[in-house]
């Protein structure tokens, strides 16, 4: 099961896609990611947890006005290579 955000408009879209995921986390989850698009190329970011996903970025901010965000809910055990990427 997973959950699924995007956003393009002309704000940052970084904190709009981790509020978007965090409204889905009642659904349970066990991953999470999230990439964004701009000019100079694209930015790709996934832990397993959402609040790691926010510290993450609070470190090494993603830039962009294009986005994209998941969270992951596994229907097999769970493994950080199994994690989904945004750029397979």
């Known amino acids: 099961m997973c959950g699924i955000v995007g956003y393009i408009g002309n704000e940052a879209c970084q904190e709009i896609i981790l509020g978007s995921l965090q409204r889905l986390e009642y659904r349970g989850y066990d991953s999470s990611g999230i990439a964004t698009l701009n000019m100079t190329g694209y930015n790709c970011v996934a832990p397993w947890q959402t ?3 926010k ?3 609070s470190e090494e ?3 962009g006005k294009i ?3 998941h969270i992951r ?3 097999t055990e769970v493994l950080q290579s199994k994690t989904l990427t945004h750029i397979a």
């Open 51 to 53: 609040s790691e996903l």
């Open 55 to 57: 510290a993450k970025i």
């Open 61 to 63: 901010p993603v830039s």
């Open 67 to 69: 986005g994209i965000g």
């Open 73 to 75: 809910w596994a229907h």
